[in-house]
């Protein structure tokens, strides 16, 4: 079996791609996805699914929705099913099923290994196949409870993390200039990110362009300053002092 949630939330196995349909029942399976291994009380389902209003039947409810669950996650000819009752809650056994999740954390991991250890090549194809598994906003629309507003917020950073983590390889493997585009882009959609600044502005340097890398720096400085009433960080401002001495050491380096 296997669970993906780096999209709209759907469960794969023998008989193909499937989405649970109803609103709530994808809540409760997504909480016990991203607390698996550990109980999830009845009140932590009933927080997220109703909030602060919860309906008098609500332990009911989530009964109800457990069974459903569990009869959308039997497969046929065995009688292992995932959820498991603990008390004060459930629990969801992952054992030997495919979490999306866990295969994106296990790619990171492994791209960063291989960028300290000098490997930009291999830590390019490990970033690129976790950010692949991605279909969409983490959880499509769920991000209402906040243990899985949490968890939502937790999951886009560590997806931006991988491309800062890419990017930053791409350009010690001399891609700067296909990177302008991008990061323009990505500089764009993320105003406050000031590490895909760093990394306009190195490969604009790299691309012969150094005044657009110091216009970069201005124009990041103008909206730390209005937004946060903040100078750049300090990785920031000795990029541009570089770039206005002519560091030798921003040039790519080269092979001995």
């Known amino acids: ?62 009964h109800v929705y457990i069974s459903q669950l569990r009869k959308f996650l039997a497969q046929p000819g065995s009688r292992h099913n995932p959820i498991l009752t603990r008390p004060p809650g459930y629990l969801f056994h992952l054992g030997d099923d495919e979490f999306d999740v866990d295969r994106f954390q296990e790619l990171l991991h492994q791209g960063r290994r291989h960028l300290k250890e000098g490997r930009p090549e291999n830590a390019v194809a490990a970033f690129e196949t976790g950010l692949s598994l991605w279909r969409g906003p983490a959880l499509g629309d769920l991000c209402d409870g906040p243990i899985i507003e949490g968890f939502a917020t937790w999951l886009e950073e560590t997806r931006l993390e991988c491309v ?47 005044a657009d890398a110091l216009r970069t720096y201005q124009q990041a400085r103008t909206r730390l300053n209005e937004e946060l009433g903040l100078e750049p960080c300090r990785a920031l401002r000795d990029l541009q002092q570089a770039i206005l001495i002519a560091d030798e050491r921003l040039e790519l380096p080269t092979a001995v």
């Open 1 to 62: 079996m296997q669970y993906d949630i780096l999209g709209p939330v759907r469960v794969t196995d023998t008989r193909g791609g499937r989405f649970v349909s109803a609103r709530k029942m994808q809540v409760l399976l997504v909480l016990l996805l991203i607390r698996a291994r550990q109980v999830v009380s009845i009140d932590e389902a009933i927080a997220e699914i109703w909030g602060d209003n919860p309906p008098r039947r609500a332990t009911a409810g989530i």
């Open 164 to 210: 800062e983590s890419l990017i930053e390889a791409q350009l010690s493997l001399g891609l700067h200039r296909e990177l302008v585009g991008r990061l323009y882009s990505l500089t764009a959609q993320h105003p406050l990110r000031e590490t895909f600044y760093r990394q306009l502005m190195l490969a604009l340097c790299r691309s012969e362009r150094q």
